[in-house]
Nanobody, 121 residues
Framework: VQLQASGGGLVQAGGSLRLSCAASGRTFRRYVMGWFRQAPGKEREFVAAISRSGYSTYNADSVKGRFTISRDNAKNTVYLQMNSLEPEDTAVYYC???????????????WGQGTQVTVSS
């Protein structure tokens, strides 16, 4: 599956952004989808994941209550709604596909190209 992330940009602290990740092919609904982020000089870290049906989600503690992951299987798209953004959220955000609902980076087999999110203070 090929993934294309979009929606990043520059926003002030306290603002919101919605990231989208469009998947090619007819196998999208077979995969768990996740969002990760990587700030300069830091390792890639888990943000959120969603089950194949969209019924179950799993968020990192650092974004709970602020970020919401969702998916539309009819549109082959996964979303990340980000509210109450903080400068610490500044990073390149990646979407990825896996066969299990997990936060572990190596479990994700397919990755999008990333989209930059910058939060100014």
């Amino acid at each position: 599956v090929q993934l294309q992330a979009s929606g990043g940009g520059l926003v002030q602290a306290g603002g919101s952004l919605r990231l989208s990740c469009a998947a090619s092919g007819r196998t999208f609904r077979r995969y768990v989808m996740g969002w990760f982020r990587q700030a300069p000089g830091k390792e890639r870290e888990f943000v959120a994941a969603i089950s194949r049906s969209g019924y179950s989600t799993y968020n990192a503690d650092s974004v709970k209550g602020r970020f919401t992951i969702s998916r539309d299987n009819a549109k082959n798209t996964v979303y990340l709604q980000m509210n109450s953004l903080e400068p610490e959220d500044t990073a390149v955000y990646y979407c990825a596909a896996a066969l299990e609902l997990t936060a572990i980076v190596p479990a994700y087999d397919y990755w999008g190209q990333g989209t930059q999110v910058t939060v100014s203070s």
